[in-house]
């Protein structure tokens, strides 16, 4: 009707246009990472480490925390769980934008090339995000921003295919389905 076409107008006469992703890329030089086994969700001591650990320790590699923990640090004292295996090179890439979930299943697919020669990694990680200050989370409801907006999933595979699934909203919001 007549609002569908002012909005149009509205939009053409602003030249908006959709912004495309922002992709950044770098490469982890002797990361230490958690040792996984995709059967054994609470870890085993001095085998496998823990969902709760592994998402932990993402945390801090994403946002680029130092894992040595030195007492020196005033940012952070956490180190790596054990056990854990130093990785000569880790690649990690982030895209910031509006996604949709075609897009995120294209990416799954794509990162599974990884398990094959030569990169042969053990496992891989896709972790998304939604906007803290979005209005909805899961299931169509409200989102409560109250204080950190918390509103993720992060997929781990392993080289035989199988995978977790990990998800986390504010205490305030619904949990997923």
């Not at 880790?90 to 990169?119: M, N, S």
């Given at each position: 009707?007549?609002?569908?076409?002012?909005?149009?107008?509205?939009?053409?006469?602003?030249?908006?246009?959709?912004?495309?992703?922002?992709?950044?890329?770098?490469?982890?030089?002797?990361?230490?990472?958690?040792?996984?086994?995709?059967?054994?969700?609470?870890?085993?001591?001095?085998?496998?480490?823990?969902?709760?650990?592994?998402?932990?320790?993402?945390?801090?590699?994403?946002?680029?925390?130092?894992l040595d923990n030195k007492s020196?640090?005033?940012?952070?004292?956490?180190?790596?769980?054990?056990?854990?295996?130093?990785?000569?090179?880790?690649?990690?890439?982030?895209?910031?934008?509006?996604?949709?979930?075609?897009?995120?299943?294209?990416?799954?697919?794509?990162?599974?090339?990884?398990?094959?020669?030569?990169?042969?990694?053990?496992?891989?990680?896709?972790?998304?995000?939604?906007?803290?200050?979005?209005?909805?989370?899961?299931?169509?409801?409200?989102?409560?921003?109250?204080?950190?907006?918390?509103?993720?999933?992060?997929?781990?595979?392993?080289?035989?295919?199988?995978?977790?699934?990990?998800?986390?909203v504010g205490a305030h919001d619904d949990?997923?389905?």
């Amino acid at each position: 009707g007549a609002e569908g076409s002012t909005l149009m107008s509205y939009f053409s006469k602003n030249q908006i246009q959709a912004l495309k992703p922002k992709i950044t890329f770098s490469t982890l030089r002797d990361l230490q990472c958690p040792v996984l086994q995709s059967n054994d969700l609470q870890g085993k001591p001095e085998e496998s480490c823990s969902t709760e650990e592994l998402l932990e320790w993402l945390g801090a590699v994403l946002n680029q925390v130092s894992l040595d923990n030195k007492s020196s640090s005033f940012l952070s004292t956490y180190c790596c769980p054990e056990p854990n295996t130093v990785v000569e090179k880790a690649f990690l890439c982030t895209i910031t934008g509006f996604i949709i979930p075609e897009k995120i299943i294209q990416l799954l697919e794509q990162l599974c090339c990884y398990f094959g020669e030569p990169k042969l990694a053990h496992w891989l990680t896709l972790t998304v995000h939604g906007f803290a200050d979005s209005p909805v989370s899961w299931r169509e409801n409200e989102h409560g921003f109250h204080k950190g907006g918390e509103n993720l999933y992060n997929f781990v595979i392993f080289r035989n295919l199988d995978y977790w699934l990990q998800m986390a909203v504010g205490a305030h919001d619904d949990c997923p389905p």
